[in-house]
């Protein structure tokens, strides 16, 4: 097998709460290779938050070993995950958490000040990262200006702008529409068909069907990895205007 | 990350919650214009302080020709002549830091004039008394050097004596009898009000050394060129100590003196020096116990400030650690942040302070002077403060977890 792009081995995370011992994770063996689009699923409470967590190097685990590309970043510490996260590691969030009263251009170079990228080349991929994502006409916008869709393309353009290794994206659809939900679904089949390695944390069994591979937590424990033929975001969308539009006809 | 751009995102952040910014570096702003006015107002009064004392003679020896003992009475201080002209003139020539050594002689008699009569000091003097005591000459002249070489009858007076004798009308030209010697007056002093003492210096009358010496004294005097004390002018009041000993050993030189108690007594105004600084070392110390507390108060506002902004902006921090800042580099963020905040007050409070010094300095005749280190030290002092509040702040934002910040409603 080809170096995966990331594998836990062994798992655990254990949290002390109110003075119980609580496990959160208990013993997660995974390994995701390069390519893959992986839903994460399980109802709330089940670890999927806290293995996205510490996927993304936000969190070192209490037992076990993770491996990002090859190399062990289990011990390592504040400083150095936060290199690993600015090198390897794009993210999306369920609040897009763009900074307010920032154009777009400048939410999406974020990552590559925190870098050694000199500018001129930061505008270039952030621009880039922006016409991918369709905003090309957007840069100068403030995300208050943008609708909810757009903010999370802008997101999206900056979870991609230092070329990293893995997506993460956490509950990406969760505070956006149905139509808008899809269409940013339909971007991210488009960003796994050009290459990329995408991790997405969802509770929408909708949501994860447009993966190619499903991981299902329950109480700690992974109980499910299935791979499955993709459903297609563009015909669902198609499916969904189509229905609307037979609504209001009636 | 570069500080530079560190400084631009501080430099954004600080724009976007614009009011805020103002409103925070309002405590800085007046904090550093109050202690800038307060200590140029305190620069200002301690100049017009040393300009009184300058026309008092705070850098002004008195050099007294002492009473000697003869046969165990001891004469008045004055009456046994040691000094002469030529010690005044070896003062001036050999102690570099002299400005002008004044030999002068008194006397005493009564003025007439008409119906008038008036008892002022008479002092027998040379022209280097105008300088040694900053005297101006209002109306009339000096003397001439033929005046002070053949013991003329002529007068300088002062301006009670001409109120007294002459009233509104014009002294100069006119003849007064000194001790019934005629005398005409050529000169008038400018006003100097009254010493500390409360004595009146402008109740003074000059005339020649010669002619006092000669026409009026009727002293014995041991030396044609007698004289009864050396007003000695020092250029820096600072070197009054060293022209002091200077001044001692040359004269008991010059005396062939070697007792311990020479027969000449030089005394200052060092007194009331010591008594002006040590007023000004409590005037000082209150400004900066007002300035510190304002400052400090500024300060807390900062760190106050500081950490509403640190606690509204979690979620910022989370995802600039989740792309990559380290928790170094969110420290550093913050601090220049509440550096910049307080670099930037200081520099409003500093023009402020400038514009109400001089308003104060225009409109109320305050004597205002703002020197060099205090726009250093309030505006450097400003920014230490900011690193010094701000620095708990921006701890505890580079101490923040990443996933907690995240999270954080």
């Known amino acids: ?250 | 990350m570069n500080s530079l751009t560190l400084l631009n995102v501080a430099a954004v952040a600080l724009r976007v919650n614009l009011l805020r910014s103002i409103l925070t570096m309002l405590g800085i702003i007046i904090g550093v214009a109050a202690v800038i006015i307060m200590l140029a107002l305190g620069a200002g009064a301690r100049y017009d302080v040393d300009q009184q004392i300058k026309s008092l003679g705070g850098n002004v020896f008195v050099v007294f020709a002492r009473g000697r003992f003869m046969g165990g009475a001891r004469e008045a201080s004055g009456s046994s002549q040691g000094l002469t002209e030529m010690d005044a003139l070896a003062i001036e020539q050999q102690i570099p830091q002299v400005n002008v050594a004044a030999p002068t002689l008194r006397a005493s008699g009564q003025l007439i004039y008409g119906n008038l009569n008036w008892a002022p000091e008479i002092h027998g003097v040379d022209n280097r008394i105008y300088a040694a005591q900053s005297w101006q000459v209002v109306e009339g002249r000096t003397f001439s050097d033929t005046e002070l070489n053949t013991a003329a009858r002529v007068a300088v007076i002062g301006q009670t004596v001409k109120r007294e004798l002459f009233g509104a009308g014009d002294a100069l030209g006119q003849t007064v009898r000194v001790n019934k010697m005629p005398v005409t007056i050529i000169g008038v002093l400018n006003s100097k009000g009254q010493n500390t003492q409360g004595n009146d210096q402008d109740d003074l009358i000059f005339m020649p050394l010669d002619t006092v010496r000669k026409r009026i004294a009727g002293m014995t005097l041991s030396s044609p060129k007698a004289i009864r004390a050396i007003i000695v002018q020092v250029e820096d009041e600072r070197d009054m100590a060293d022209v002091e000993q200077q001044m001692d050993s040359l004269l008991r030189q010059r005396l062939r003196s070697s007792d311990s108690e020479p027969p000449f007594r030089i005394r200052n105004l060092s007194e009331m020096i010591a008594t002006r600084s040590e007023t000004m070392q409590i005037f000082n110390g209150l400004l900066a116990a007002v300035a510190s507390v304002s400052l400090l108060v500024g300060g807390i506002g900062i760190m106050n400030i500081m950490l509403v902004s640190v606690t509204e902006r979690t979620r910022e921090i989370g995802l600039r650690m989740a792309v990559g800042a380290e928790p170094k580099v969110i420290m550093k963020q913050f601090l220049i942040e509440a550096v910049l905040l307080c670099g930037l007050g200081g520099a409003i409070g500093l023009a402020l302070a400038v514009a109400v010094s001089l308003s104060l300095q225009y409109f109320a005749g305050f004597t205002a002077i703002i020197e060099l280190y205090v726009v250093l030290m309030s505006v450097g002092f400003s920014c230490l403060i900011g690193i010094f509040f701000g620095y708990y702040p921006a701890t505890k934002a580079a101490g923040l977890q990443p996933i907690d910040a995240l999270r954080y409603e």
């Open chain 1, 1 to 250: 097998m080809a170096t995966a792009v990331i594998a836990t081995r062994a798992l655990e995370k254990h949290y002390q709460m109110g003075g119980q011992h609580l496990r959160a994770l208990k013993g997660i063996d995974v390994s995701i290779a390069a390519g893959e689009f992986v839903a994460v699923m399980g109802p709330s409470g089940s670890g999927k938050s806290t293995f996205m967590n510490l996927l993304g190097c936000l969190d070192s685990p209490s037992l076990g070993q993770i491996l990002l590309q090859g190399e062990d970043v289990t011990t390592l510490s504040a400083a150095q995950l936060a290199r690993v996260r600015n090198k390897y590691i794009g993210f999306v969030f369920q609040q897009f958490n763009l900074l307010p009263r920032t154009t777009a251009l400048d939410n999406v170079m974020l990552p590559l000040l925190y870098s050694t990228t000199p500018k001129h080349q930061a505008i270039s991929r952030a621009t880039e990262c922006l016409q991918l994502v369709g905003l090309a006409q957007r840069m100068d916008h403030h995300p208050s200006q943008l609708s909810g869709g757009q903010q999370q393309r802008v997101a999206i353009a900056r979870a991609l702008v230092n070329q990293p290794a893995l997506l993460l994206a956490d509950e990406p659809t969760g505070a956006l529409d149905t139509e808008t939900g899809l269409e940013i679904m339909q971007l991210f089949q488009q960003l796994h068909q050009q290459g990329k390695t995408i991790v997405l944390v969802t509770h929408e069994p909708d949501i994860a069907a447009f993966a190619s591979r499903q991981l299902m937590f329950r109480d700690g424990e992974l109980i499910g990895d299935k791979g499955s033929q993709p459903q297609s975001a563009a015909a669902a969308l198609q499916h969904f205007r189509q229905q609307r539009l037979a609504e209001t006809a009636t």
